[in-house]
């Protein structure tokens, strides 16, 4: 199925062991809260041009619930990686 990834959405459906689909949270520091799209209709940027970040995980639902598709080598397949707050410093 198509499930949007936005709340309040009309989408019926129900993910099934074989099923993959993202997570794709977009942080931003824009003061508007606003975006736009170049036209390339694929870059997304604040109005504001405050910086931003998007980042993605891919899970694959199973039988007995997921596995994160995109887990750092070695890591645990029902894992995601640990928050590390120095990745994020400049």
């Not at 809260?33 to 997304?44: V, Y």
């Not at 931003?52 to 199973?62: G, K, Y």
Request: glycine letters at 8%; aromatic letters at 10%.
């Amino acid at each position: 199925p198509d499930v949007p990834h936005y709340r309040k959405n009309k989408a019926v459906g129900v993910m099934k062991a074989g099923h993959i689909f993202t997570i794709e949270p977009m942080l931003a520091c824009g003061k508007s809260g606003k975006d736009q799209l170049w036209p390339d209709d694929w870059t997304a940027v604040t109005v504001d041009g405050g910086r931003s970040a998007q980042f993605e995980h891919t899970f694959l639902v199973t039988e007995t619930g997921f596995e994160v598709l995109t887990a750092r080598p070695g890591a645990p397949l029902r894992s995601m990686p640990p928050f590390d707050p120095a990745m994020f410093q400049r």
